[in-house]
Structure formats: structure tokens, C-alpha cells
């Protein structure tokens, strides 16, 4: 009888390593995101591209020959004020369908999350960093711009008040006003809130965007006036900011 006690000692500590290794499993996750696109309701993808069949807000018929547009620093946020982030930009670009599904190096552990979201462009911090990938994408800002980096390129071609094809390029940066002696800037990245969500391995979050939102709400778009050299006005810059932030909804979490 003296050896069971022992035995029973040593099968129990056994037991408990293998199911601490499960646990260790099953509690950590892997996310990952799909990014679609659509036109009030009606899906676009890169094959509707270079053929005038949109008409925004203001009556414009319209096409569109480029996007792709930053996203960075997806957060998950608990009640208990516990935070995880995963660092780092995504580059989406419809036009190649580039990225347009990707999954986060980092896992996260499952659970409950009462706020999941992700940065819209660059905050001021990551936005003066060097990214040698995005310099050579032709994503920078000049320096007279303030440098950084792009948020968003839309661009194509619309049919303008005098029946021509005019050429518009909807670019998304941080905003600038050069007009004084001294540069003065605004923030225009913002937050989209996917509010909360379970998560548990394998969980993946389907965003789509809106792109008839960049020329509807809450500033009814106007490209005879506003579709060329919009990097450096800042009034444009502002009302892109105000459109942006009805562009994105979850769709769904699986």
C-alpha cells in the first residue's frame, strides 16, 4: 500500500500538465479579417473597375481605376481593461486584390470582448515612422505635405458637367493648411468600431466598405469642383474625414 500513494501523486501531476497544455490551446486565437466592398448595397470588386457604372450623391456618374487604403492597429479591448493590440499597418488594395484577407502574426486569448476596432489611415505616432515596403508603393506624402502617409487612394473617371471624361483622384492623407507662415494640421485617421464580440480560435471578422459613403454623408460630394489636388486642401481633407466614418460596418463575425 505504501507505493500507491506515490503513484497516484505522480498520475495526478501528469493529468494536470496535459490538461494545462490543452488549455494553453484552446484559450489562444487566431483572428482573421475579409475586406469587402460594395456600392449601396451592391458588391464591387477589381473586375468593375475602368467602366463608368456608379452614380454618387450628387448625381456624378462615375468609375473607379484604383483603391487601396491603410488600416493599422487592431485592438481588443476587455471590460477588466485588459488590451491587445496587434501592431502594424495592412495595406488594402482592391485594385490587385491585394490583402484583402489577411490573419495577424499574434493570437489573443478567447473570450468575451466588449470592444474590437482598428485605425483608419495612420495615427501621428506610426504616421512619421520609415516604411521602406510603402515608400516603394509610392504611398509617402511630401514633405511639403507634412509627409506621413497616404490613408486612402480612390481614383477614375467621371462624367463631368460638360459630358467629358474628367479624370478624379480622391486621396486621403493628414490634413494641411500651407496658406499661413506656419503649417497648421488636423488628424483625419479615425477608430472604426466593430463593438464586441466572442472570440474563439479561428474567428474571423467580415468588414465591408461602402464606397459610395466617401461621396454621400454627411457632405454630398461635388467632383466638378473637388477631383484634382485634393492632397493639399484642407477643406477637402476635413470632409473626407466627416465621409469616412460611415464607410465601414461589420458584416459579420464567424
Known sequence: MKYIKPLFLLLSIIICSCHEDADD???QANIAFNFSHAWDGEEVTNSDFNTIKFT???GEQLSIEKLRYLISNITFEKTTGETYVFDGYYLIDVTNNSNLSFTP???IPTGHYSKVSFTFGFNNEDNYNNYPDLNSTSWNVPEM???GYHYMQLEGKFIDNITNETGY???AIRAVDNTGSTPVFED???EVDLDAANITDSTTFNIEMNIAEWF???????LNELNNMLMPNFNAQIMMFENGQNAFSLKSVN
Request: glycine share 8%.
Open 25 to 27: 490551446k484552446v484559450f
Open 216 to 222: 454621400k454623408n454627411p457632405n454630398a460630394w461635388n
Open 56 to 58: 454618387n450623391e450628387n
Open 169 to 171: 483622384a480622391y486621396h
Open 145 to 147: 505635405l507634412g509627409g
Open 188 to 190: 483625419t485617421f479615425f
Open 105 to 107: 502574426n499574434s493570437t
